[in-house]
């Protein structure tokens, strides 16, 4: 059986200065959220093409993967400025952590409309 890191965010593997920063940015960046589909091993978030949108989603997944390694990214832009997707996926059992770790930042309760 393979060696899996915990269910945990490791918040010691980002610098201090930047943890700020890097809530403040999640918070921005998912209080965009335009919609939410649920996958087999975690979610699909749509976005808005506005400007600075992918940079944040940049942002967040070159720190999120230090602190929570299990966490599978993909980002997807459809052409003619059309949304930005995330797919934030990981093993089983994944998704009650997603769900915890980003629903303080959406704007009203998306999940529960799954």
């Given at each position: 059986?393979?060696?899996?890191?915990?269910?945990?965010?490791v918040?010691?593997a980002?610098?201090?200065?930047?943890?700020e920063p890097?809530?403040a940015n999640m918070?921005?960046?998912?209080?965009k959220?335009?919609?939410?589909?649920?996958?087999?091993?975690?979610y699909?978030f749509?976005?808005?093409?506005d400007?600075?949108?992918?940079?944040?989603?940049?942002?967040?997944?070159?720190?999120?993967?230090?602190c929570c390694?299990?966490?599978g990214?993909?980002?997807e832009?459809?052409p003619?400025?059309?949304?930005?997707?995330?797919?934030?996926t990981g093993?089983?059992?994944?998704?009650?952590?997603?769900?915890?770790?980003?629903?303080e930042?959406?704007?009203?309760?998306?999940?529960?409309?799954?």
């Amino acid at each position: 059986m393979p060696n899996h890191s915990p269910f945990a965010c490791v918040m010691d593997a980002i610098e201090p200065q930047k943890r700020e920063p890097h809530i403040a940015n999640m918070r921005a960046l998912f209080n965009k959220t335009l919609e939410i589909t649920e996958l087999e091993n975690g979610y699909t978030f749509r976005f808005s093409n506005d400007e600075g949108v992918l940079s944040a989603l940049m942002e967040f997944i070159v720190l999120e993967r230090l602190c929570c390694p299990f966490f599978g990214f993909a980002v997807e832009v459809e052409p003619e400025g059309g949304a930005v997707w995330l797919r934030l996926t990981g093993r089983d059992g994944v998704k009650p952590f997603i769900r915890a770790e980003l629903g303080e930042f959406l704007k009203f309760e998306m999940f529960d409309m799954l």
